[in-house]
């Protein structure tokens, strides 16, 4: 059966449900109910391309990235599959809306949250020992060497995907909907009855496939080519104990397994710096595969 509706771990359909001028109050709601403390009034997206101080510092190139009217910085990242140090680029990225704060002149350092949040199709399976395990949101912060809060404005949350198994009456607050929403959205042909608000209405009205203009048409379907080869390939490659040295840094068996990775994804179309993602790999050494 054709599916109605986009899949949203799809980079084009994450950024269509999110991340478009017209999608601020399906963000807005979203970030409000993954921080139930916080009150997101408005949303100014910003360049989701941001530089380094100097010109040979690397860049970071983010999915969503956007700023509250009180000036807190929200970071939203979609990771369709484990790669090295993929915790190491998080707080990587992170740098960067904390380094524009910077202002000219006499300053006081005075800085404004930053959030990363990260939508994870992948879960960790590197939990501590004292870890619950099965956990679907993780929340991160700064802390001291008694388990107390240092720096209260710098936050992780990674929301592991797989490990979100309730049905629909099981669901319980704002955030077990959007999390229904995002896991099934593929798998619906009608809209389920839990979701009977202005908000998800218009959610399922911007992720209907028969919807789009022809170029987002080829669009999509060119970014669920990739996401399901590229989904194909490292899931073989974990299968096959390819993977066994994801996240353990690049002894030289992690080295061989993320190049036999990435010359998979490349002989099927994807594009270097989606195959450096996924794998560590620099778009260099992935061009002389």
């Not at 449900?17 to 709601?29: H, N, Q, T, V, W």
């Not at 629909?168 to 929403?181: A, M």
């Not at 022809?214 to 390939?233: A, C, S, T």
């Not at 179309?269 to 989606?274: L, T, Y």
């Amino acid at each position: 059966m054709q599916a109605k509706y986009v899949n949203p771990f799809t980079d084009f359909g994450f950024k269509k449900i999110f991340g478009e001028e017209a999608s601020k109050p399906l963000l807005m709601d979203f970030l409000n109910a993954l921080l139930p403390k916080k009150h997101i009034t408005d949303l100014h997206f910003k360049n989701v391309e941001q530089l380094g101080n100097a010109e040979q510092d690397r860049k970071a190139v983010y999915d969503i990235y956007c700023e509250s009217a009180s000036g807190e910085k929200f970071i939203v990242e979609l990771q369709k599959a484990k790669q090295n140090y993929f915790k190491e680029r998080t707080v990587y990225y992170s740098t960067f809306p904390i380094q524009e704060q910077a202002e000219k002149g006499v300053w006081n350092y005075k800085l404004q949250a930053v959030y990363c949040i990260g939508v994870l199709d992948f879960t960790f399976d590197d939990y501590a020992p004292s870890d619950p395990k099965g956990e679907v949101v993780h929340t991160i912060k700064l802390k001291n060497q008694h388990g107390n809060t240092f720096y209260e404005k710098l936050t992780y949350i990674y929301l592991e995907m797989p490990n979100f198994t309730l049905q629909e009456s099981e669901l319980l607050t704002r955030l077990d909907k959007w999390l229904y929403f995002v896991k099934n959205l593929e798998d619906f042909q009608t809209i389920p009855q839990i979701f009977n608000d202005a908000i998800f209405t218009e959610a399922f009205e911007k992720a209907e496939i028969a919807r789009f203009q022809k170029q987002e048409w080829n669009e999509y379907i060119q970014n669920l080519k990739v996401y399901r080869d590229m989904k194909n390939v490292v899931d073989t490659a974990f299968d096959e104990g390819f993977g066994e040295g994801f996240d353990k840094g690049f002894d030289k068996g992690a080295k061989k397994r993320s190049m036999e990775i990435a010359q998979s994804l490349k002989q099927s179309g994807v594009a270097p710096e989606v195959i450096a993602q996924t794998t560590g790999l620099s778009v260099v050494e992935i061009a002389q595969l």
